[in-house]
């Protein structure tokens, strides 16, 4: 199971160990002091507060601080990290903070302290209503309007999850769940598609720790035991490589062993259907190389020295991720026979594949925070992806395809001039005509993926080489919808009914309105417009609006029935239904007959007979219980035959 990197928590210590990440790249002295001051507000604003761990409370921010340093940050963001929580919990507000700090570090702050009041989406539960997912998908709205405004404020908040999963064994058990469950489904996939690797992985496995803590156990307890046999075969592919770049003379060079981490090799096995010893990047091998043209010279001696394994060659200079990543990865198959995945890269690719997007705001001396270039590349992203966020708000199904388009896995596939397109995974020719031009979707006709026609419903691949073929006009399907994967996709396809087919929308609206009336029970027709004003008046212009809306796919019919329901008086409604009591059952009485040899058995008179007391009877066995029959009962004569179901009975 993931360790809790357990340091000592005396504010001296962490405080030192701060001063020290700052030693390594922060001498101006401005900066020094902007971080001096806001550590000593912070630990004024503090004082006396103690976190569940029994930690003076200061510690924590200070722990974000260090992680934050690691990354470079700039003083601005050093200090809104010591700060971070003074607005909440302290009589300091956003004017002082100006004034001490400044508007920059005040922002940062209060951007912090506005996402901490968010509660982020998690997997939505089978009763949660239209209001819930709704503003879930606005909150997952606000971070990503957040991160536009100043990614940094993201850093923070990544940060303070970190250090908040670190000692997470101190809160109760269903807070616990809860913030795993936000760790990973939000915090560690969003540290992901930004490019922090370190920080995704970290807080995937203190996550898995908490949701799965057997599953996790035992997957650490079989690592190391494969470990113990396969640490030879890392050592001997090291210093092989070390000997043959020192040969070439491809110095300086690093060469670094590394295991891949337990909740990544979870989802793998989980998504592969494989088992442990079948995955072939257990372990790796990381070599940096001092140029571009270095990489593919190492990358070919490592080819002669061991088996490469086909298929395993990935080349990310060529074709970089689109938060950045670069890296050539391929996997040979070592002295032992057990594979070796080797990951080959320049020092600034390294960089900028660690720290992602952060790299670019990595803090050098005499250059200010923002501005230039390095904005510009660490905001494309972000931006992007806001605007396909306030293109889709509105739709039924906005929050899914949020999660989806966002958060989810990639896949990574080629235009026939090369461009590399990056689409939510399963997506399929059609979204990727949508991704390459709005008009390139809706003229759509076919594609060619690898050089041969796919059928439209063909889920793409990483290194597929797609080529839309058009017509000359516009011609998008209701049945399109169901085939698209990505939000954008459908957004477009949805906004082109509404504009194009109105007449057909509104048409289609109102079937698919009414059907769900009827199957509500509601006694109206669509045709009583004034009674049904107070569905469409506050979010529409019109019943019109509200139907064109409905037909493009962009309002829920069945919503819009269930809220009918409410707003109608009660002779339009079907009654409530109630649950009808059972009729309640007469206790029979008991019967005063004895079994001779048998105590609580189940006894009941022969309806063929009605015994009554004083006539001769005898019992007769059958379903778990004992019927009583008069001796002279015409059918115990014929039951007779099974003597040994007989049994003697007398009246009480």
């Not at 490469?308 to 670069?326: E, L, S, T």
Request: glycine share 6%; with cysteine.
């Amino acid at each position: 199971m993931p360790k809790t990197i357990e340091r000592s928590s005396s504010v001296p210590n962490v405080w030192a160990r701060l001063r020290a990440a700052l030693d390594r790249y922060l001498r101006d002295p401005k900066g020094r002091s902007l971080v001096a001051r806001a550590y000593r507000a912070a630990r004024a604003s503090h004082r006396g507060q103690v976190r569940a761990s029994g930690d003076e409370y200061i510690v924590h921010p200070l722990e974000v601080a260090c992680i934050l340093a690691e990354l470079r940050l700039d003083p601005a963001a050093i200090a809104a990290a010591l700060l971070h929580d003074v607005l909440e919990d302290s009589a300091l507000d956003r004017r002082r903070l100006d004034a001490d700090f400044g508007p920059e570090v005040a922002e940062l702050v209060d951007g912090v302290t506005k996402l901490s009041a968010v509660e982020l989406p998690r997997t939505a539960g089978p009763r949660q209503d239209s209001h819930a997912v709704h503003q879930q998908a606005e909150n997952l709205r606000k971070l990503f309007l957040a991160m536009a405004r100043d990614i940094r404020v993201i850093f923070i908040r990544l940060a303070d999850r970190l250090h908040n999963m670190r000692t997470v064994s101190h809160l109760p058990p269903e807070r616990r769940e809860a913030m795993a469950r936000e760790t990973m489904e939000v915090y560690a996939a969003l540290a992901g598609r930004l490019g922090l690797w370190e920080f995704r992985w970290r807080l995937e496995d203190l996550a898995f720790a908490e949701l799965q803590p057997d599953a996790c156990r035992e997957l650490e307890k079989l690592m190391a035991e494969r470990l113990k046999r396969r640490r030879r075969t890392l050592a001997i592919v090291r210093r092989g490589i070390e000997r043959c770049l020192r040969e070439e003379g491809l110095e300086p060079f690093s060469v670094e062993g590394r295991t891949k981490h337990l909740y990544s090799i979870q989802a793998k096995m989980k998504r592969k259907g494989c088992g442990l010893d079948e995955m072939l990047d257990l372990l790796a091998v990381r070599v940096i190389v001092p140029e571009v043209a270095d990489c593919y010279r190492a990358f070919g001696l490592i080819q002669n020295l061991w088996m490469p394994i086909p298929g395993r060659f990935k080349d990310h200079i060529a074709m970089p991720k689109p938060n950045g990543y670069r890296s050539l990865h391929t996997t040979v198959l070592g002295p032992d026979g057990f594979p070796v995945e080797v990951q080959i890269r320049t020092p600034e690719m390294h960089r900028v594949n660690e720290l992602g997007v952060a790299a670019h705001w990595a803090y050098k001396e005499g250059l200010p925070a923002r501005g230039g270039d390095r904005e510009r590349e660490a905001y494309a992203w972000v931006r992007r992806l806001l605007e396909w966020i306030e293109e889709g708000r509105g739709e039924p199904d906005y929050l899914q395809s949020l999660k989806m388009d966002i958060l989810s896995h990639q896949v990574f596939v080629f235009t026939p001039r090369g461009d590399v397109v990056d689409l939510p995974s399963g997506s399929t020719p059609l979204d990727f005509a949508y991704r390459i031009h709005t008009q390139v979707g809706h003229r759509f006709i076919g594609a060619r993926v690898n050089s041969r026609i796919a059928p439209i419903d063909y889920r793409l691949r990483n290194a597929d080489i797609v080529d839309v073929l058009t017509s000359n006009r516009d011609n998008p399907s209701w049945d399109w919808l169901k085939v698209v994967k990505s939000r954008h996709a459908r957004s477009k396809i949805r906004q082109w009914f509404r504009r194009e087919r109105r007449p057909e929308s509104v048409q289609r609206g109102r079937d698919l309105l009414q059907a769900e009336m009827e199957r509500k029970g509601i006694r109206l027709s669509l045709k009583q417009e004034d009674l049904l004003e107070p569905l469409w008046s506050r979010s529409h212009n019109s019943l019109e609006d509200l139907l064109a809306s409905i037909g493009s796919g962009e309002t829920d019919a069945s919503l819009m029935a269930k809220k009918l329901l409410k707003l109608l008086p009660p002779e339009y409604v079907p009654p409530k239904r109630t649950r009808a009591k059972p009729p309640r059952l007469e206790k029979s009485p008991p019967v005063p007959v004895i079994i001779p040899g048998l105590t609580g058995i189940n006894l009941r008179l022969a309806k063929c007979c009605l015994p009554v007391k004083g006539q001769d009877i005898v019992g007769y066995v059958s379903q778990g219980r004992v019927t009583v029959h008069r001796k002279d009962c015409s059918n115990f004569r014929r039951l007779s035959e099974n003597k040994d179901r007989l049994t003697k009975a007398r009246w009480i």
